[in-house]
């Protein structure tokens, strides 16, 4: 039989639109109302003039973004990347391909109701983890780790997914869709999201060189527009709920009933319809994003508990934390031997570089190398998913006894008795 530990959790009602929310919004759809506070095709900035870049008709310029992210190979590789747990041979847990597709639906829904450019919103979408290491928060923190050790810099996958985006793969994405990436951190939860100034790539550089010298720079980093705000705000809304989820169905939790609200709900789809109907709410026609006083309060604590009994007690725990930990410390290491004595035999160079040369345009390999070994070994362990990272590891050290165990398929399954 099924699990029905999805329904284990006390119901809590969906929200509705507030009767005159819901008036203004058919009366202005009505009468061809545009928010003010859009961001309009038109004005879009990129870094590069390019006449094969011009919005036409039937690529307006943000599709363009989204088409230029979809094939970049970083967007493939969304599909082995963890996004919560590690080490876990399961189909039906969320990886972070499908996350930014619930990012992007989400944030469209929002974005649409309140009359935003949903064009935008889905290119910030799609795009914002394209610099996300393998492994998750728990890799992002290890590679961070050696990266500052060796540099005295920081990694921040939101700073490194404009990298990929806008040099490693060099597909002069607009500026709107950069900004909207950069800032799309949903780890720092606010009950209102003003809008930024960076109007201009001299602005975006000096943001993205201040986060790679002070960490506390990410706290203060705001979208420039409207729809980078529905970018950040959803991303949090998107995993609240589907990790939750994810823990039922790997055992990590036996029930939703260990968490608390108070009315954003516990279960994914009531906590995406609540967020969203309460956001619409308390946002249209402003020139903000806002929740209400409420259910910002279920928010932060429904981060906090998922934190607790979640993040802590999974994803990547104990031994395999641990070994992942050494892991990350030998090919650090060891890629970086590579790197400084120029081993063109290495994989740093024959995959890593050769894929940059093949898919970037006008890739510089000698001004590449310039930037230090540091700087290509973060690229290429940030670049990897989860089996191309432990594969490369075994290569590297095939001598090395102790290895991590995946929890596959059948590993969870009792014996049958007659």
């Keep these: 039989m099924p699990s029905s530990k999805l329904h284990t959790a006390p119901a809590y009602p969906y929200l509705e639109l507030s009767p005159n929310v819901e008036h203004a919004i058919e009366e202005d759809r009505r009468n061809g109302w545009v928010n003010p506070y859009r961001f309009d095709d038109e004005n879009v900035k990129r870094r590069i003039f390019n006449p094969h870049d011009a919005a036409t008709l039937t690529r307006p310029a943000f599709i363009r973004d989204i088409e230029k992210i979809l094939n970049v190979p970083a967007y493939n590789r969304y599909a082995g990347k963890t ?140 979208p420039s527009t409207l729809e980078g705000c529905v970018v950040r705000v959803s991303d949090m809304i998107a995993y609240l709920g589907k990790d939750r989820n994810d823990a039922l169905s790997l055992g990590v939790l036996d029930s939703l009933d260990c968490f608390e609200c108070t009315v954003i709900g516990l279960d994914n789809a009531t906590i995406i319809n609540n967020l969203t109907i309460d956001i619409i709410n308390n946002s249209y026609g402003k020139d903000h994003i806002c929740m209400s006083r409420n259910v910002f309060e279920d928010v932060k604590k429904a981060k906090q508990q998922n934190n607790e009994l979640i993040y802590e007690r999974e994803g990547m725990s104990g031994d395999s934390s641990e070994l992942a ?55 290429y362990i940030a670049s990897m998913t989860d089996d191309y990272f432990m594969e490369l590891h075994r290569y590297k050290f095939p001598s090395r006894e102790k290895r991590i165990d995946i929890r596959d398929y059948c590993s969870r399954l009792k014996p049958l008795t007659n």
């Excluded at 404009?162 to 909207?180: A, C, E, I, K, M």
């Design 325 to 379: 930990h050494e892991m990350f410390v030998e090919l650090y290491d060891c890629l970086l031997a590579d790197v400084e004595k120029r081993d063109e035999a290495s994989p740093v160079f024959r995959h890593h570089i050769a894929n940059l040369v093949n898919n970037s345009r006008g890739f510089d390999v000698e001004a590449y190398l310039d930037e230090g070994p540091n700087r290509i070994v973060c690229d």
């Design 83 to 222: 996004q919560v747990f590690s080490f876990v041979a399961n189909d039906d847990i969320c990886r972070r391909g499908l996350h930014v597709q619930l990012v992007s639906r989400i944030a469209r829904t929002i974005g649409a109701t309140l009359g935003l450019n949903i064009d935008l919103i889905e290119a910030i979408a799609l795009g914002h983890d394209v610099g996300h290491t393998p492994f998750g928060h728990v890799g992002e923190r290890y590679l961070n780790e050696q990266y500052h050790e060796h540099t005295g810099l920081y990694f921040n996958h939101n700073v490194h997914s404009v990298r990929v985006l806008d040099y490693l793969y060099s597909r002069n994405v607009s500026l709107q869709t950069l900004d909207g990436v950069l800032c799309h951190n949903g780890e720092f939860a606010q009950q209102v999201l003003q809008l930024g100034d960076t109007d201009s790539f001299d602005v975006l550089d000096s943001l993205v060189d201040a986060c790679e010298k002070d960490y506390t720079t990410i706290k203060s980093l705001r």
